[in-house]
Structures are given as C-alpha cells and as structure tokens.
C-alpha cells in the first residue's frame, strides 16, 4: 500500500515567491496534519483537517500560511510571499478514524529553502 | 517551558550495550504517550505507543510513570541499525489528535 505521498521533495526558491507543498493522504485515513521541522524548533503541528475540515490552526505562525484540503485526498500548504525564515523541513501525515487510534504515519517530507 | 521535554544526547554506545531514554511531559492531563523514531534526513515512524503497564516489543522497553510525568525508553543489545533520533511524543487529549513532539535524543551505536 501506499502512504502519504508529498511533493515536491525539494523546492528551492527566492525570498517573496509563492511556495505550493502538496500532499495525498494514505486513503481511508481522515485526519491529515502539517507539521514544520527545524533544528531550532523541532517539530511542531501547524495544522490539521478531519474529513477536510480544519480543526485546529493554532500553530500556522502568520497569514502568510494557508492550508486547504478540497477533498479526502489531497492537500496543499500554501506560503505567499515566502521569507528564509520558512526554510524547514514541512511533513504531511495522516491518521485513520476511530478513537483509540492516534497513530501518525508521516510522508518524506519537503526540504523548502528559500534564499 | 516546553511541553515535552528530552535529553538531546548525542549517547554513543558499543554495539550491544544497553541504553535508557527519559522524557518528561508537562500536563498531567495527557492521554496517550509514543516513541517514534527518526533517522537522518526521514520521516518520523512509530516506534511504539506506551500503557500505563509498562510494553515490550523484542529489545525495546517502554515505561510510563504517571505520576511523575515521565516515559523511559529502554534498549537493549542495541544494533548499528539502532542509530537514529528517538521522539518522545505526547497526545494531551485524544479528542484533538493533536500530538506534541520532544526534540528527540539521538543516539549513535558504534562498532
């Protein structure tokens, strides 16, 4: 089976342009989360949908970020305009429904660097 | 403060050594507690989920004390293909499947 798959991998850009990161969840899951890793801030939540729906925000550090999820299997984090500071590692992961289970399964990854 | 805390290591330890990670978490009210597991440049995996009982799964221990706010992770007759950052992660309530991630320890099993 497939997990979550994300692209690009690799994206490198210049400060103020607009960054698209995607991603397609394992299907069946219906909870998508965003994460942010940096070796400063380790990883942290920016957002997470259940059944495409946004539930928690909280962590999206300004309105430069927004995150869609138009249906059950895909995503997009969006960044407009993009600054250095954005350069992180940006994971997508997906959980399946139920109660009791919160397990996480992550996808690569994106390596963003903004220049 | 931070919400989940760990020891950033490096630990460096012979093949076959046994080792310890301690994490402890702020809120007492958390629900569910994991090790995952990430090596250089990967994702995160679940290593394994942690009960209040205490789990085994082959070399690897995990321990859960409540009332100190704290999970250990124990591994035994650790393996070169041990060497990865281990996350301490903590979901506070299950309700939000929010989880809160350590910044990991990293360890470093040499030949």
């Known amino acids: 089976d497939a997990g979550v798959i994300q692209s690009p991998r690799h994206e490198v850009t210049e400060m103020g342009q607009e960054v698209t990161l995607r991603c397609k969840p394992i299907?069946?899951?219906?909870?998508l989360f965003w994460y942010r890793q940096t070796m400063m801030r380790g990883l942290e939540l920016l957002i997470y949908f259940n059944n495409n729906v946004p539930i928690d925000d909280s962590g999206m550090p300004e309105d430069r970020f927004s995150a869609k999820m138009p249906n059950a299997s895909f995503s997009t984090l969006k960044i407009q305009p993009s600054e250095p500071r954005d350069s992180a590692v940006y994971f997508c992961?997906?959980?399946?429904?139920?109660?009791?289970?919160?397990?996480?399964?992550f996808g690569p990854g994106t390596r963003l660097t903004v220049l | 403060r931070k919400e989940v805390e760990q020891d950033p290591g490096p630990f460096n330890v012979p093949e076959g050594a046994t080792v310890a990670f301690n994490c402890t978490y702020s809120?007492?009210?958390?629900?569910?507690f994991f090790w995952y597991r990430q090596d250089c440049r990967k994702e995160p995996k679940l290593l394994m989920s942690v009960y209040s009982s205490g789990n085994e799964d082959g070399r690897f221990t995990a321990q859960l004390n409540r009332a100190s706010q704290y999970i250990s992770l124990l591994i035994r007759d650790s393996k070169l293909s041990d060497s990865a950052t281990y996350l301490c992660v903590v979901n506070e309530d299950t309700g939000r499947r929010a989880l809160t991630f350590g910044s990991g320890t990293r360890l470093q099993v040499q030949p």
């Open positions: 809120n007492s009210a958390s629900q569910s």
């Open positions: 299907s069946g899951h219906d909870y």
């Open positions: 992961a997906s959980s399946p429904p139920g109660q009791s289970t919160d397990t996480q399964y």
